[in-house]
């Protein structure tokens, strides 16, 4: 009875020895840049323009680099320390977008504009594989029906069509009103 | 392993469960609050984020019951914290946190912005979602629990 409970909590409380921990938290560090710089690289940025194949590609991608990150390791520690590694390489990705903008600009997509002045834009709208119906679809949820009610629509990087209406103020000036901020 | 089919299955849920809550609570403290409005950087941690800690779960066994109860075990947590949440509104605020005051008369709150880890190029893809062309017809702007970004536009001043 002792055996098998000893048993039991070492099959819960596994954890690698500490170079077992550090090859792990290196590998995972590096795959995880690897892919981010490695599929930027390939031209995937803005989720809303991926394609099926390319989410496939993505979830392929992160199923195969799984025995990369933890080896042959297969307790619990070791996941837990992956797992938190990740965690952390995103958090210093996301500080690293917010204190530079650039770096966002690079890693996160830009919008794109597909319709201006209740004109679709053809040419942004296929290459982004935006269909007449996805912008229609849009428009209906901002409570439009008329495409000549419609200044602009822009496709964002996260794949959500915005829509911004005629009756809107149009700004042609400067967007950063720096006398304004508050901190 | 040589233990009795039903204390190596409990194992397998105990493991379920912390690798659950510890995921749980990395992201409430390390990731950022929003689910929608996701890049290819969020996209990525979300995949890998799984594939790291299936062995931690499973320990690398191919057994079906393994997958079968680790999966019946999340599920039942899911529905018990939820139930939880419902019965206990106060203990979801304290663990999700408040909504959170962004911009506010057209002028942003950098510090919140800064501490939330939202960047004012997030924020504009918000605004314009809203049907606005920019800040300055922003009455309010909250992040809210669920990590959404919600946008009041300023009354509209006849020309």
């Not at chain 1, 209906?140 to 419609?150: F, K, S």
Request: aromatic letters at 6%; charged letters at 20%; hydrophobic letters at 50%.
């Amino acid at each position: 009875m002792n055996a098998q409970l000893a048993q039991w909590f070492g099959l819960i409380f596994s954890h690698p020895d500490l170079p077992g921990a550090l090859a792990i938290a290196a590998k995972t560090a590096l795959i995880y840049l690897f892919l981010v710089v490695g599929l930027r690289l390939l031209g995937k940025r803005e989720l809303g323009q991926m394609s099926v194949y390319d989410l496939v590609l993505i979830v392929v991608i992160s199923n195969s680099v799984q025995n990369a990150m933890v080896g042959s390791d297969s307790s619990l520690g070791g996941g837990l320390i992956a797992a938190f590694v990740l965690l952390l390489i995103n958090r210093l990705l996301t500080w690293l977008m917010v204190k530079n903008p650039k770096l966002a600009n690079l890693l996160e997509g830009d919008p794109v504009l597909i319709v201006r002045d209740g004109e679709l834009l053809e040419q942004p709208m296929r290459k982004a594989g935006v269909t007449r119906d996805n912008v229609l679809a849009a428009m209906r949820e901002h409570g439009i029906d008329d495409l000549d009610d419609v200044q602009m629509a822009v496709l964002e990087p996260d794949g959500i069509i915005s829509i911004v209406p005629k009756q809107s103020m149009i700004h042609r000036s400067q967007r950063h009103f720096r006398g304004l901020r508050v901190s | 392993m040589n233990l009795p089919p039903l204390w190596y299955y409990s194992a397998i849920a105990v493991r379920a469960i912390l690798v659950v809550a510890f995921l749980v609570i990395g992201l409430r403290f390390l990731g950022k609050r929003a689910v929608g409005g996701m890049n290819l950087v969020d996209l990525l941690l979300v995949l890998l984020l799984g594939n790291a800690v299936q062995n931690a779960v499973t320990n690398s066994s191919g057994d079906l019951w393994v997958g079968l109860v680790a999966a019946g075990v999340l599920f039942l947590l899911d529905r018990w914290v939820g139930v939880l949440f419902v019965r206990h509104p106060i203990l979801e605020s304290r663990f999700f946190g408040k909504p959170v005051l962004l911009a506010y008369d057209g002028k942003l709150n950098l510090l919140a912005m800064r501490h939330e880890q939202i960047s004012e190029a997030e924020l504009l893809t918000a605004v314009h979602e809203q049907g606005l062309s920019d800040l300055s017809e922003v009455r309010l702007a909250m992040l809210e629990d669920d990590g959404s970004i919600s946008v009041i536009p300023r009354d509209q001043d006849p020309e």
